[in-house]
């Protein structure tokens, strides 16, 4: 039995007490390539008591934040040894292109450590001098962690959960996407080599249910959450019933203003890489385009031929520049938006369909939308594919409540030579996250939405203090120094 037919519970690879199994299908070439278990209600509770009880004995939460770190640095370098086998394990679950595959998932490892150097940095406790005497502000671990990843960056996103929670001594019990779980493995392997204590990280793999019952368990101090807003919605008000801490990280639906100014050849890059990276797979993606009346069809000549030159093939071929999308079911969704787009009046400028002779795999084109307006659902609803919608503008302020008018509030961005009108309109449209003149994810900046994005930041140092509840211990003159 390999160990993607087992949890890692309490530090054993366990046989699991569900029959229930989940396919892995490679989205290239739409074949199983492996079998995961299916969580229920008993393995959940096994995964949560074990990391309830390695939090209570103390033993991790009561290391110092440099010997965790150490640990988990230790951890990242045996990742790093087999950053191969990672890498086509992402690229066979999800089909991200290798040329992308390899800078992303070194660099999520990178990122890593960043965490890690943030916490080393940071001190747990201060002491106050206040009107009533000298008090002592602490930062004490959460708690029991669930943490549940998307399979759009499992990787990554992984890693940015795991190990801003880990380092703070919090214990975690991890949940990938049903569609991406393997990459997840060589996570819990390394971590245990690594020396991290039996129970204070498990690793079960599951469906919506298994997630269900991971964030309702009674063991469970946080969630953390990448995915969908409905999913966040329903997690937040099981969190809410329970004051449990919640950190969400939801949909997009972002706008890239181009500004009259803008020299478009310089801000194609950037577009593009907004519009398409990922095969559009990213909820901080530049879905709305909004442009100058006067400057339309020549941002939608540049936009279709970018479009048009990313080489749409086999992930593990390296003249791929885009995969497919991760399912039948995200193939079917996205192909059903163009659908409704078209039947709204929106006209396609390129693609909207599959690619020749990739019938097989979930592939789709990379499609732009001409004559759209924002009430329609394509420019509305968060569509997670490679399709862009180019909306008109006749002054900025129409433009910034363009951009506004949405439920979303993830990502932006503005393109323009003019740092001041750059400054003007990112002050103005209201978002978490917001880039000029580029597609830039950041993970030295805090990440995250407002509106229904979500709440909480991922990256920055804030994702280290996102693991820390505040204690405040009022003193007496003579404890000072035991809090210094």
Known sequence: MSNHERFLIDGAWREPHTTARISVVSPSTEEIIAEVPDADTEDVDAAARAARRAFSEGRWRGMSVAERADILDKALGIMQEQIVEIRDAVISEMGLPVSVADMQIPNAVTSARYFLEVARKDPVSEVRHTSY??????????????????????????????????????SVVYKPAAETPLDAFFVADALAEAGVPAGVFNLITGDRNTGRALVAHPEVDKVSFTG??????????????????????????????????????????????????????????????LVPRRRYDEVIGALVAAAESFVVGDPFDPATTMGPLVSKRQHERVLGYIEIGKAEGAVLATGGGVPTGLDKGFYVQPTVFTHTDNSMRICREEIFGPVAAVLTYDTVDEAIAIANDSEYGLHGAVFTGDPQRAADVARR???GTFSVNSFTYNVEAPFGGVKNSGMGRDTGPEAVQAYYELKAVNLSEDMEHLFA
């Open 429 to 431: 449209v209201r978002t």
């Open 133 to 170: 005497g000298p008090t002592a502000v602490v930062k004490e671990p959460v708690g029991v962690v669930a943490s549940i990843a998307p399979w759009n960056g499992p990787f990554n996103l992984m890693l940015s959960k795991v190990i801003p929670a880990l380092v703070t001594g919090c």
């Open 228 to 289: 969908s807003t409905a999913a966040g919605r329903d997690i937040g008000r099981e969190c809410g019933g329970s004051f449990k801490r919640l950190q969400l990280e939801l949909g997009g639906k972002s706008a890239a203003i181009v500004l009259d100014d803008a020299d478009i050849a310089s801000a194609l890059p950037g577009l593009a890489a907004g519009i398409w990276f990922n095969t559009g797979q990213i909820c901080m993606s530049y879905s709305r385009v």
